[in-house]
Every structure is written in C-alpha cells, then in structure tokens.
C-alpha cells in the first residue's frame, strides 16, 4: 500500500471515529457514561489477543529491539523537570503545576494514536514494535506519575504500593501483559506464524483503534481549550518539537541511526510527537489535580496530531 492510500487509511479510521463518537452523544444517541465500559472492555478483551500476535509475528528482533522501551522511560525522566519548570517559569498553581507537568511527560503512545501510525507506517512490524515502545509506559506513569501527582494534588487516596498492586489485578492492565506474554511465548515455541493469523492482523489493528477512539469520541468536550490555550500551545510545543528533537538525540546514542534499517528509528520518532495522554487526566481526577487544564492540553494535542500525521508520516517515511 502506498504512502498516500495509508494516509488516508489512517485519517479516516482516527477522524471517522472520533466524528462518530462525538455525534452519538450529540444526538444522544449514547450516553458519555459508556466511553470508560468500552475502553476497558477492549483493553480487557481485544488488546491482549492483538498484542499476542503481533508479538509472535515480530520478524527477528535483535537487542536493539529491547531498547525502545528504555528510550521511552528516559524521555519521561527528561520531561519531568522540563514540564515542572515550564509550569514555575508561567506562574501556575499548586495543582494546575501537576497537571501540566504530567501532560508534559506522558503521551498518547498505543493503538489509540502512536502505535498505529507505526502501523500504518510500516505495517504489522510497526504496530508491534509500537507496543515495545509502550511497555515501560504503565510502570512509569503507576509509579513515578503517580508519585508527582500525589506532590503536587490534595488529599492522598492510594499509596504506590496500593496503586501498583491495582495494575497487576486489574484485568484492564494486566491482560495487555498477559497478551505479551503469550506472543512471546508463540514466537519462541510456534516462529512459524500461519499467512492467515496477519491478514486477522490487518483487520484487528484499525477495529482495536476504531473503537477506542469511538470511545474517546463519546466524551470529547471542547469547552476547556479556550480557558487555558496558553498551557495548551505550551504543552504542543513540548510534544511536537522538544520531545522528538530528544527521542532523535537518544536514538542516535544508542545506535539507531547507523542501522541499515530504520524501523526502529521511525517508531522512536512517530511515538515521540505522540500527543498528551488520557492517563494525564485520569491521574488528575484521582489526586485532585486541575481536570479542566489536563482536559484542555489533551484534547488540543490530540486534535493537532491528527493534523500533523501527515507531516510526521512523510518525515518518518524519509529517515
């Protein structure tokens, strides 16, 4: 498939689902209350399967490989103090600060956005080596995320432990592990991986972000944007220009660059101008943090990259 036909694969799955979402509440057609039960439903039941065989169809991956989700634990790390200055340096509040700082350093990375424009990228390759990038995201955002939200918001609801306790019994966290788990034991037991399981493959990818974004869709509000539209740009800032020009400089440290091919180069690129994370709100409404400011830098970052997409695919496709 060509550049251009996946182009418009990839907008008309992201925007044609949003648009769907957005309009089924609207026309009350679906309540908002029934975006979290989809999400979890697919995070419980969809992803896992999918992230077994994208696993068990990964094509030799060498130790470089082990390296992606490493890279993404660095540029949290690295975004930390960069967000909480930017937060100082523009005079924020107490909980406006730690909203603001997490929307910094944790970013729309798996099916919903980065791992499928991997995909569209370079395929089936590219969606799998998306989640890699992806599976230091969890531990960082459960321990360290939650440490500074704790920081920076009210009352301190759970404890690190309680909290990393929750991802491992939560079907919603622990199935996806469970689903690399699997995958990884096809790959060493079955490396044969049957032609049939990646046209299944091929249909699963863009049903998996079809319906989360349907979801997201459901519950998309526009109202916060022009209340904080400075920590907005800020945050976009942060996502489209200081998070790649230092994903580049990482990858270049540990080799990526000299590799004869470049898929792990362009993942680390398209997963570092993912936009902020729906996790940055939800880590806002658990500690008291400022939800309207968490909302705002989601949404416009959200709504910027599907503009961008284009741009990051051409720029990827030419490294």
């Known amino acids: 498939m060509e550049l251009q036909s996946r182009l418009i694969l990839m907008l008309s799955v992201i925007l044609g689902s949003l648009a769907l979402g957005y309009t089924a509440r609207k026309l009350r057609l679906l309540p908002e209350a029934l975006s979290p039960q989809i999400t979890r439903t697919a995070m419980i039941w969809l992803q896992p399967p999918l992230l077994a065989l994208l696993i068990w169809g990964l094509q030799a991956p060498g130790w470089q490989t082990a390296l992606l989700p490493v890279i993404l634990a660095a540029l949290i790390l690295i975004m930390w103090p960069i967000g909480a200055g930017s937060a100082r340096l523009m005079g924020l509040q107490r909980r406006q600060s730690g909203a603001f700082t997490l929307s910094f350093m944790f970013s729309n990375m798996g099916l919903t956005y980065g ?115 400075r920590e907005a740009v800020a945050v976009g800032a942060a996502k489209f220009l200081i998070m790649p020009a230092l994903a580049l400089a990482l990858a270049w440290l540990v080799g990526y660059w000299a590799m004869e091919d470049h898929a792990l180069l362009q993942v680390v690129f398209v997963q570092s101008t993912a936009p902020a994370s729906i996790m940055g709100l939800v880590a806002s409404q658990i500690f008291d943090l400022d939800e309207q400011l968490s909302n705002a830098a989601w949404l416009t970052t959200n709504l910027a990259a599907v503009a961008l997409a284009p741009v990051v695919l051409r720029i990827a496709a030419g490294l």
């Open 115 to 229: 791992a499928f424009v991997c995909y569209i990228l370079i395929g089936e390759q590219g969606a799998a080596l998306g989640m890699i990038w992806c599976l230091s995201f969890t531990p960082m955002l459960y321990g360290l995320g939650f440490i500074i939200a704790r920081r920076y918001g009210g009352e301190e609801h759970r404890s690190v432990v309680q909290t990393l306790g929750d991802m491992l019994r939560g079907p919603e966290s622990r199935n996806p592990l469970l689903g690399f788990a699997a995958g990884a034991v096809l790959y060493v037991l079955l490396p044969e991986r049957p032609a049939v399981v990646g046209q299944i493959v091929d249909v699963l990818v863009p049903l998996s972000t079809a319906i989360f974004l349907f979801a997201i869709g459901l519950s998309l509000r526009l109202t916060s944007v022009i209340t904080y539209r």
